[in-house]
């Protein structure tokens, strides 16, 4: 089998060989600042993935035919003719609250 040191590269081996020099509050920084950069390193690239698959479902999304993306039916009710108003006039809601008349008609 092989060592498993023997896999890490020369970068790794240098900066493990200057971490080591480092005093203990050096290597306390540099382990933090390490975690941290690994962190935000990892987020970014998790955000980057997941707005390229959002892109990717808008992108499928734009592509249906007009056909599919709306409900059947649709174009008719668009195109009628709105209906003609109701001739009864509407009460007031004063008025049917209060059971008064307008001042035309006021009922004591």
């Known amino acids: ?3 498993p040191k023997s896999r890490l590269s ?3 081996r240098h900066t493990r060989a200057a971490f080591d020099e480092l005093k203990v509050e050096e ?3 540099f382990v933090v600042e390490s975690v941290l950069t690994t962190f935000a390193q990892t ?3 998790i955000f980057r993935t997941v707005a390229h698959e959002i892109d990717r479902a808008v992108d499928q999304m734009d592509c ?3 056909a599919e993306a709306e409900a059947p039916g649709v174009e008719e009710i668009e195109e009628e003719e709105p209906a003609a ?3 009864a006039p509407k009460k007031d809601k004063k008025t049917k609250a209060s059971g008064k008349k307008s001042k035309k008609g006021k009922k004591k």
Do not use: H, Q
């Open 64 to 66: 249906k035919p007009k």
């Open 27 to 29: 290597k306390a920084v």
């Open 85 to 87: 108003e109701d001739p």
């Open 1 to 3: 089998m092989s060592d």
């Open 10 to 12: 020369d970068a790794y």
């Open 43 to 45: 987020i970014e690239s």
